[in-house]
């Protein structure tokens, strides 16, 4: 039998408030953060815990991944930074080294696949991902509660890496899509200059969203208008 599961990553302004989410269905998923942390670093984490979680099943595991880097790291490049003592060609620690280490330790004797989907065209499993990590970066951004999901039956809770206690839990409803993210380890934005009323935050989704379109924040506004 394979489990096909969709895992995503979400940061505001990247680094910033950050999530992760793997998705099967409705009634199997799960999600976490921290206060601070890249979109790689979420990427990679939501990955590490979809295989915690099914670590227990004999399975195989059809991940579902709109990161380029993390398919990469996990397929292609870790063997060769392993024999390099976790050091990139040019002889540069490897950059997230500690999930990474963790995901070798977790993959270990599991049969899986990734497959690479295009994010935010309407994949309905990357997209509810892509949602309930949002939301967990949304929340730490406002000092939420962390929403978190029901993990897969009979699986350990997730471990979310927290600089502070654990967060209290609660349950959000999903019913909508959030504008595209930025790049994995793209700079963090810089506030557009407008004369509109606009919060901070406001503000930051408007520069991400112009990076992702790889245009203007000035002709983002023009297509708006």
Same mark, same amino acid.
């Given at each position: $039998?394979?489990?096909?599961? &969709? ?5 505001? !302004? =990247?680094? !910033? ?9 409705? =009634? ?13 670093? !979420? ?13 227990? *099943? ?11 880097? *993390?398919?990469?790291? *996990?397929?292609?490049? $870790? ?15 490897? $950059? ?12 270990? !004797?599991?049969?899986? +696949?990734? /497959?690479? *989907? +295009? ?6 499993? =990357? ?9 967990? &970066? /949304? ?41 595209? /993210? ?25 520069? /991400? ?6 245009? &203007?924040? &000035? ?7």
């Amino acid at each position: $039998m394979t489990i096909t599961a &969709s895992a995503d990553g979400s940061a505001l !302004g =990247n680094p !910033g408030p950050a999530g992760w989410a793997w998705y099967i269905d409705d =009634n199997t998923w799960d999600a976490g953060g921290w206060k601070h942390a890249t979109n790689n670093q !979420g990427e990679l984490k939501a990955v590490l815990e979809l295989f915690r979680a099914t670590a227990h *099943v004999d399975d195989d595991l059809h991940i579902l991944c709109d990161s380029q880097y *993390v398919i990469n790291s *996990v397929t292609k490049w $870790m063997p060769g930074w392993k024999k390099k003592g976790w050091r990139k060609g040019d002889g540069k620690p490897v $950059m997230n080294l500690e999930l990474l280490k963790e995901i070798d330790e977790a993959i270990a !004797g599991r049969r899986y +696949r990734f /497959e690479w *989907v +295009r994010g935010h065209v309407g994949h309905v499993l =990357n997209e509810a991902a892509d949602a309930r990590a949002r939301a967990v &970066s /949304e929340a730490f951004a406002r000092g939420a509660a962390i929403p978190t999901g029901p993990g897969f039956p009979g699986a350990a809770p997730a471990i979310t890496a927290q600089a502070e206690a654990e967060p209290q839990v609660a349950q959000l409803s999903f019913d909508f899509l959030d504008e595209p /993210e930025t790049q994995p380890e793209a700079e963090p934005a810089a506030e557009p200059e407008s004369d509109i009323a606009l919060t901070p935050a406001q503000k930051l989704r408007l520069a /991400e969203r112009a990076r992702a379109e790889g245009i &203007s924040v &000035s002709e983002l506004l023009a297509r708006l208008i």
